[in-house]
């Protein structure tokens, strides 16, 4: 019987799968982020303990399987031999790290050309080619790029309320919604700030930059509430993504798009938010929603097992992987 493991490891929790030819989950695991680039060794910790449990869940044979591993960040690649090692696997031939995007897109879909859109933390679009990802645009990251992503429409949320609380800015219903959430500041920043100010400044300054990405939700309701400066952000980071998606779908208008992360599945694409742009650019195409990445990680797993994997096939997989993740 053809068995594969699957692995998304994410930034936040890592998710491991064993699947058979006919999407069933016969063994689930997970555990803490497995982003071996920001964690470190408690990433690839995360990543062993997810597939451990998956693998003895099954009771398969570890030393036949073949495994696909989607990473958010750099997977380890230097530590497959020693995870292969540990969990009784051939060798790390056996493993196959890929990109979180490919795993996304077929998460959605099962087709092997296609776009893929994923706007969370971050934000970048692929263009998906016989099952490989052969061009992406932005996912640059906080510093360069990621237009439109959580991350950007947290910060921009932040800096109105800082501009509302120094007099530049407009004033908005982001700035109690902030508040509520940062609370009052306990040390001054400096001598000639507001209390106000100080609290943005120790809120932002005194944690990871992409930890701005939790203020986005706050844009949504906000919009959703009539708040102009919440609308106009929420309406500029659709602009970017609107870009984004635009330009790598130049050309191959006709592939499907399978979109995923909060921002727009939980924002974006939301009843009630102001989101035109991407939406306009959007309209005609064919529009996928993203399942779990494990999903898509198994269906590569099973693809390089000479599985043809149908549609029909990834909807049953993906309905017990919702199952197992309740």
Same mark, same amino acid.
């Given at each position: 019987?053809? !068995?594969?493991?699957?692995?998304?490891?994410?930034?936040?929790?890592?998710?491991?799968?064993?699947?058979?030819?006919?999407?069933?989950?016969?063994?689930?695991?997970?555990?803490?982020?497995?982003?071996?680039?920001?964690?470190?060794?408690?990433?690839?910790?995360?990543?062993?303990?997810?597939?451990?449990?998956?693998?003895?869940?099954?009771?398969?044979?570890?030393?036949?399987?073949?495994?696909?591993?989607?990473?958010?960040?750099?997977?380890?690649?230097?530590?497959?031999?020693?995870?292969?090692?540990?969990?009784?696997?051939?060798?790390?031939?056996?493993?196959?790290?890929?990109?979180?995007?490919?795993?996304?897109?077929?998460?959605?879909?099962?087709?092997?050309?296609?776009?893929?859109?994923?706007?969370?933390?971050?934000?970048?679009?692929?263009?998906?080619?016989?099952?490989?990802?052969?061009?992406? !645009?932005?996912?640059?990251?906080?510093?360069?790029?990621?237009?439109?992503?959580?991350?950007?429409i947290g910060r921009e949320v932040v800096s109105a309320v800082?501009?509302?609380?120094?007099?530049?800015?407009?004033?908005?219903?982001?700035?109690?919604? !902030?508040?509520?959430?940062?609370?009052?500041?306990?040390?001054?920043?400096?001598? !000639?700030?507001?209390?106000?100010?100080?609290?943005?400044?120790?809120?932002?300054?005194?944690?990871?930059?992409?930890?701005?990405?939790?203020?986005?939700?706050?844009?949504?309701?906000?919009?959703?509430?009539?708040?102009?400066?919440?609308?106009?952000?929420?309406?500029?980071?659709?602009?970017?993504?609107?870009?984004?998606?635009?330009?790598?779908?130049?050309?191959?208008?006709?592939?499907?798009?399978?979109?995923?992360?909060s921002v727009l599945t939980e924002g974006m694409l939301r009843?009630?938010?102001?989101?035109?742009?991407?939406?306009?650019?959007?309209?005609?195409?064919?529009?996928?929603?993203?399942?779990?990445?494990?999903?898509?990680?198994?269906?590569?797993?099973?693809?390089?097992?000479?599985?043809?994997?149908?549609?029909?096939?990834?909807?049953?997989?993906?309905?017990?992987?919702?199952?197992?993740?309740?």
């Amino acid at each position: 019987m053809t !068995v594969v493991l699957a692995i998304d490891a994410g930034g936040s929790h890592t998710r491991a799968a064993c699947v058979d030819a006919k999407g069933t989950v016969l063994g689930w695991g997970r555990a803490s982020g497995g982003n071996a680039t920001s964690l470190g060794e408690g990433g690839v910790r995360a990543i062993e303990t997810a597939a451990r449990a998956a693998i003895t869940e099954a009771a398969a044979d570890a030393s036949t399987l073949t495994a696909v591993l989607c990473a958010a960040g750099e997977a380890p690649v230097g530590r497959l031999g020693e995870l292969a090692e540990r969990l009784g696997m051939h060798d790390s031939s056996s493993w196959h790290p890929v990109g979180d995007a490919l795993g996304a897109y077929f998460s959605g879909s099962s087709a092997p050309d296609g776009i893929v859109l994923i706007a969370g933390t971050g934000a970048i679009a692929a263009r998906v080619q016989n099952a490989q990802v052969v061009s992406v !645009v932005d996912g640059l990251g906080w510093l360069l790029g990621d237009a439109g992503s959580g991350f950007w429409i947290g910060r921009e949320v932040v800096s109105a309320v800082a501009a509302a609380a120094d007099g530049r800015g407009s004033p908005t219903a982001l700035t109690e919604q !902030v508040f509520s959430r940062i609370g009052g500041a306990t040390a001054c920043w400096s001598g !000639v700030r507001t209390p106000d100010v100080a609290a943005i400044l120790r809120a932002v300054y005194d944690r990871p930059p992409t930890a701005l990405a939790e203020f986005a939700p706050l844009a949504f309701d906000a919009a959703a509430e009539d708040d102009a400066v919440a609308a106009s952000i929420v309406s500029a980071a659709a602009s970017h993504l609107a870009t984004t998606i635009e330009t790598a779908r130049r050309g191959h208008e006709n592939l499907p798009v399978v979109v995923s992360g909060s921002v727009l599945t939980e924002g974006m694409l939301r009843a009630g938010v102001c989101a035109g742009a991407l939406l306009e650019v959007l309209q005609d195409a064919d529009l996928r929603p993203a399942t779990d990445g494990v999903v898509g990680a198994a269906i590569l797993a099973l693809r390089r097992r000479g599985v043809e994997v149908s549609e029909q096939l990834r909807v049953t997989m993906a309905e017990q992987v919702e199952l197992r993740r309740a």
